[in-house]
């Protein structure tokens, strides 16, 4: 069983613990006649015992989280490796492409002294 399971078992518990078991009472002593004295000390005793209950889930779901984190922390230096990677080959590849546009540059700009008529053969292609 893992930690989910666990804290939901224990959420379950609490529950039934904390809500079902005293509305349980109070519908017994409407219903069939139970005393209200002892509708009432159980309705308390499940209460007392669904404290206990969340203070033990709490300390289940404390030692979870430490699991969790980890897990979390692994999960996030493994996405942190992989966004670099990427980062590094599109910014090769911005690098790149500003090249060729530099080069399309001088060739517009060649173009442009041509049709103007100051074309000069010396330049280099």
């Known amino acids: 069983m893992n930690s989910t399971e666990v804290k939901a078992l224990m959420g379950v518990g609490l529950f039934a613990a904390v809500f079902a078991v005293p509305v349980a009472m109070f519908y017994f002593a409407a219903r069939y006649g139970l005393d209200t004295w002892i509708a009432t000390a159980v309705s308390v005793l499940a209460i007392i015992v669904g404290g206990a ?73």
Not at 71 to 90: C, D, H, P
């Open 53 to 125: 209950l969340a203070v033990g889930a709490l300390a289940i779901a404390y030692g979870a989280l430490g699991e969790d984190e980890t897990y979390a922390r692994r999960m996030l230096r493994k996405i942190r490796e992989e966004y670099e990677e990427k980062e590094l080959a599109y910014s090769a590849r911005q690098r790149a492409m500003l090249e060729e546009l530099d080069e399309i540059a001088e060739l517009l700009r060649e173009i442009r002294d041509l049709l103007k008529g100051e074309y000069d053969e010396t330049r280099r292609y």
